[in-house]
């Protein structure tokens, strides 16, 4: 049995800060064609797709909220709304979201190939720091911006398969995958926008792109599902981003990469029954896993307590 579902990655160089809105939509169109004309029939675009990535300034008032999306689709988006169930492509985009009753959020939502909003996802896990920090090259201020989003990590029906969402900082933490995994899912989309540069610790620099392979294909591996990680990377506004865009199959290896660190589209026909042949053996977790074991650490005898190894 075979389950083919071609799905692009949909890599976007720097977003400059005045770039406008329909400015960054006809670069989406372009990428959206390309992969329509390549068979994809569903496109990953990153995180926060739609400007600059703003949480390295320090901002209010509407200089802050000009980032943010009232509407999805807004006047500016809907034309790759349009173009997209025009094509009969599905997509997922990263936006910053404003709600009607004031909260923001780092979200992202995944759209049918009939152009229905099927699932949307706010960021758990929010990066950086709550206030502008000046010893730091550039700030970090999700924690200042977003709230954490409220729901859990949910898997969707879609595309013919068990969709997920994560973003960016998601991705290091092995709940995000295993919560999804737990519910069965085949694909995980995930955009991200990764500064190369972690101020708290400049020696993991060189290990930015070991490490986002490692995160996303143990994610890939351990819970027997495809991962897309969407970069929008390059040096944007003087901050270098990751790019190494990747398509990961269930057996954790990377099956489509990009290579530029410009708007660049790559495709893969992924097999979604590829993750029955994992999730039917080495990680069938009805069989295998031990829940009842993950929760006794310190309340067993002779268990170690938190800081006794230290003592
Ligand atoms: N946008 C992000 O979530 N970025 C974080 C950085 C700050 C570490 C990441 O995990 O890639």
């Not at 994809?40 to 739609?50: G, H, I, K, Q």
Request: glycine letters at 8%.
């Amino acid at each position: 049995m075979s389950r083919p579902l071609a799905i692009a990655a949909a890599q976007m160089g720097p977003v400059v800060r005045a770039e406008t809105r329909a400015q960054v939509v006809e670069r989406l169109l372009l990428m959206l064609r390309d992969a329509a004309d390549r068979g994809a029939e569903l496109v990953v675009f990153p995180e926060l797709a739609l400007t600059s990535f703003f949480p390295r300034w320090e901002l209010s008032g509407d200089a802050l909220l000009t980032f943010f999306e009232r509407d999805m689709p807004s006047a500016d988006t809907k034309p790759l709304f349009d173009e997209a169930k025009r094509l009969g492509v599905g997509f997922h985009l990263g936006y910053a979201e404003l709600t009607p009753d004031g909260h923001r959020y780092n979200t992202a939502i995944l759209v049918e190939r009939d152009g229905r909003v099927v699932a949307k996802y706010r960021k758990v896990h929010l990066p950086g720091h709550e206030e502008p920090e000046a010893w730091r090259p550039f700030q970090h201020l999700e924690r200042k911006y977003f709230e954490p989003g409220p729901e859990s990590f949910r898997v969707q029906r879609a595309f013919g398969g068990l969709v997920g969402i994560a973003i960016c900082n998601d991705r290091r933490w092995p709940e995000a995958y295993r919560v999804l995994g737990l519910q069965g899912v085949e694909v995980v989309c995930i955009g991200y926008n990764t500064p190369i540069h972690y101020a708290p610790d400049p020696g993991q620099d060189r290990l930015a792109a070991f490490h986002n392979n490692l995160v996303m294909a143990a994610g890939a591996y351990q819970n027997a599902t495809w991962v897309v990680g969407v970069a929008k990377g390059g040096v944007e506004e003087g901050v270098e981003g990751l790019s190494d865009s990747q398509i990961i199959g269930p057996s954790g290896e990377v099956v489509a990469r990009s290579a530029t660190t410009s708007d660049e589209v790559v495709v893969a026909v992924c097999d979604l029954d590829l993750c029955l042949d994992y999730k039917r053996t080495v990680f069938d977790f009805d069989r295998y896993r031990r829940p009842e074991m993950y929760t006794r650490i310190t309340s067993q005898r002779g268990a170690v307590a938190p800081g006794d190894a230290d003592r």
